[in-house]
């Protein structure tokens, strides 16, 4: 796998306090960070930040993203509306891990209220230092978007 140089990083309302952590993380590793989430508790709109990291992902700005909401299903849901996204919903290392190496995923969504926070890291540090396998796992991802 290449080195992953660049993250881009989105959060609604239920996640900052995940992402501070997880920037710090990334940023230890040497991984620049685009933060597109919100740093507060004020409501907002989940697919705002989505849409940010998504564009940045299929766009090649970013490497991989990263989004975060309450459940992390609204907000996975948003960023996989675009067609260059595989995103992932990932709650232990393991799922974020086989989402790489089987699914080819470039973002994952974490659900800041349903995971503790080192689970959460667990997930990140899966996510940036796994590759995808090809292979058989080539045609079935082929086969996720046949649009694009």
């Not at 710090?24 to 960070?33: A, Q």
């Not at 409501?43 to 700005?61: I, K, L």
């Amino acid at each position: 796998m290449n080195r992953i140089l660049t993250i881009a990083i989105g959060n609604d309302h239920a996640g900052p306090e995940l992402k501070k952590k997880v920037v710090e993380l990334l940023e230890n590793e040497g991984i620049k960070v685009i933060n597109h989430g919100c740093d507060s508790s004020d409501s907002v709109d989940y697919p705002d930040f989505a849409h940010a990291v998504a564009r940045d992902v299929e766009s090649g700005v970013a490497d991989r993203g990263i989004v975060i909401c309450g459940s992390g299903n609204g907000i996975n849901m948003a960023v996989n509306k675009h067609g260059g996204i595989r995103s992932a919903l990932c709650w232990k290392a393991e799922i974020a891990s086989l989402a790489v190496q089987h699914n080819d995923a470039n973002v994952i969504a974490l659900p800041a209220r349903f995971i503790d926070e080192a689970e959460a890291l667990a997930c990140v540090k899966a996510f940036i230092t796994e590759s995808f396998e090809g292979g058989r796992h080539q045609n079935r991802v082929n086969k996720i978007n046949p649009c694009c």
